[in-house]
Nanobody, 124 residues
Framework: QVQLVESGGGLVQAGGSLRLSCTTSGRTSSNYVMGWFRQAPGKGREFVAA????????YYADSVKGRFTISRDNAKNTVYLHMNSLKPEDTAVYYCAQRGGSFYSTNSREYDYWGQGTQVTVSS
């Protein structure tokens, strides 16, 4: 059974940085995509970034492009979301997710496994 465990959220001032981590276990193939989503109060789940695990190629939402970076450490089975120049509108619960195959998807319904979520709060 695939499991995703997240860490790294917290409270930061606008303009600051945070790094989220998501460690995955239980997957026997490297042919999958890891994604980060976020959900602010009263809003739907929003795509943030994704990475193809096997080759490391990445894809970003326009709202975070140039500020956030997704990366992975194969040896640790961990995907990271490096968040810089944070804004109050980045405040949300952040989730990592996994889907099989090699195609990115910005649709949360196309991801099979989810982490528990971690709160990121950016104060103005």
């Amino acid at each position: 059974q695939v499991q995703l465990v997240e860490s790294g959220g917290g409270l930061v001032q606008a303009g600051g940085s945070l790094r989220l981590s998501c460690t995955t276990s239980g997957r026997t193939s490297s042919n999958y995509v890891m994604g980060w989503f976020r959900q602010a109060p009263g809003k739907g789940r929003e795509f943030v970034a994704a990475i193809r695990w096997s080759v490391g190629s990445t894809y970003y939402a326009d709202s975070v492009k140039g500020r956030f970076t997704i990366s992975r450490d194969n040896a640790k089975n961990t995907v990271y979301l490096h968040m810089n120049s944070l804004k109050p509108e980045d405040t949300a619960v952040y989730y990592c997710a996994q889907r099989g195959g090699s195609f990115y998807s910005t649709n949360s319904r196309e991801y099979d496994y989810w982490g528990q979520g971690t709160q990121v709060t950016v104060s103005s």
